[in-house]
């Protein structure tokens, strides 16, 4: 069994990610984190955590990045990089 489980990356210490995407991990699902903005570095980050202290076979199954556009505060589009990172074993 091979779900799919999606981990929204926001303003929480990247180990709290790390722990939503270990327990989906060891129940053999696999993981899509998906970040955009100043969130998409701690995203990166809690791959190379899962990858390097926890699952040393984890396996990056896919990286796309693109570009939302959004109203800012002052009801301008602006634009706001994206990233999904797909990963399992």
């Known amino acids: 069994m091979s779900s799919e489980v999606t981990v929204l990356i ?21 993981v899509t984190l998906k970040a955009r903005g100043r ?7 809690v791959v190379q955590i899962l990858k390097n202290r926890f699952f040393k076979d984890l396996k990056i199954h896919e990286i796309k990045i693109g570009t939302d556009m959004i109203k800012g505060q002052d009801g301008r589009d ?8 797909k990963v399992g074993q």
């Open 10 to 30: 926001g303003k929480k210490p990247a180990m709290s990610y790390v722990l939503a995407c270990l327990i989906s991990l060891q129940q053999g699902q696999n």
């Open 39 to 45: 969130a998409i570095s701690r995203a990166v980050d």
């Open 78 to 85: 602006v634009n706001v990089s994206t990233i999904e990172i």
